[in-house]
């Protein structure tokens, strides 16, 4: 159970570090491409429906900084980070790749990471892009939990199907991949339940 959430900073440049408050504590980061509903499933996964803490994007590809965020939960606190989402093809070319280099300085660093929660679209399932992400996760050896976001856009036939093929193309187990709406909450549960073992064993 969330108790409440503060911004904690962020870090919007090569060579900056976590904010002091985070340091030592566990962690885990929320990664995926522009428009997957990252900002959505962050102020859900928060019980944050009225005042979102993470800004649901009118322009995509804006949010260009790694943001912490303090969370109380019943278990302990951890922090929660938001990376800038990627793959936004209007992005010029230059900005993409200074945010590749403090996204990688940040993960290489992986100091107080425990995981990451990487989002996939159930309906367009992995991406080029996505995967690129999943295999650079691997190499890290970072653990990763995958949320299949915008689920309610699919029938429930449709859901299974791109399901399965989402697992296969991303090679992973189904226990690893939890199906999530941030219109009617399918998976938040499931999600706060796994990241509170990942956080707290
Ligand atoms: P971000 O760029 O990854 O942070 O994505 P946002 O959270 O800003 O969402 C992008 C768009 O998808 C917005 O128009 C959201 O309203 C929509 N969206 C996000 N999550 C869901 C969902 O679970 N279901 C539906 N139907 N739409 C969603």
Same mark, same amino acid.
């Given at each position: 159970?969330i108790?409440?959430?503060?911004?904690?900073?962020?870090?919007?440049?090569?060579?900056?570090?976590?904010?002091?408050?985070?340091?030592?504590?566990?962690?885990?980061?929320?990664?995926?491409?522009?428009?997957v509903?990252?900002?959505?499933?962050?102020n859900?996964?928060?019980?944050?429906?009225?005042?979102?803490?993470?800004?649901?994007?009118?322009?995509?590809?804006?949010?260009?900084?790694?943001?912490?965020?303090?969370?109380?939960?019943?278990?302990?606190?951890?922090?929660?980070?938001?990376?800038?989402?990627?793959?936004?093809?209007?992005?010029?070319?230059?900005?993409?790749?200074?945010?590749?280099?403090?996204?990688?300085?940040?993960?290489?660093?992986?100091?107080?990471?425990?995981?990451?929660?990487?989002?996939?679209?159930?309906?367009t399932?992995?991406?080029?892009?996505?995967?690129?992400?999943?295999?650079?996760?691997?190499?890290?050896? @970072?653990?990763?939990?995958?949320?299949?976001t915008?689920?309610?856009?699919?029938?429930?036939?449709k859901?299974?199907?791109?399901?399965?093929?989402?697992?296969q193309k991303?090679? @992973?187990?189904?226990?690893?991949?939890?199906?999530?709406?941030?219109?009617?909450?399918?998976?938040?549960?499931?999600?706060?339940?796994?990241?509170?073992?990942?956080?707290?064993?």
């Amino acid at each position: 159970r969330i108790k409440s959430v503060e911004f904690a900073g962020a870090i919007g440049q090569l060579g900056q570090q976590a904010p002091e408050s985070a340091r030592g504590m566990p962690q885990v980061a929320f990664s995926g491409r522009s428009n997957v509903g990252k900002s959505s499933l962050i102020n859900r996964l928060l019980g944050r429906t009225r005042t979102a803490i993470a800004r649901v994007s009118q322009s995509p590809g804006k949010t260009q900084e790694i943001n912490f965020y303090r969370v109380r939960a019943d278990l302990g606190d951890f922090f929660l980070v938001d990376l800038p989402g990627y793959g936004y093809a209007k992005a010029p070319l230059a900005l993409q790749k200074k945010w590749e280099s403090v996204i990688a300085e940040f993960l290489t660093a992986k100091t107080d990471l425990v995981g990451m929660v990487q989002l996939i679209d159930l309906r367009t399932g992995p991406t080029a892009d996505d995967l690129r992400s999943v295999d650079y996760l691997a190499q890290l050896e @970072i653990p990763v939990l995958f949320a299949f976001t915008k689920s309610d856009k699919l029938s429930l036939m449709k859901r299974q199907e791109q399901f399965r093929s989402a697992v296969q193309k991303l090679g @992973i187990d189904p226990d690893q991949a939890i199906p999530f709406s941030a219109l009617n909450g399918e998976g938040t549960q499931q999600l706060l339940d796994t990241l509170g073992e990942l956080l707290f064993p």
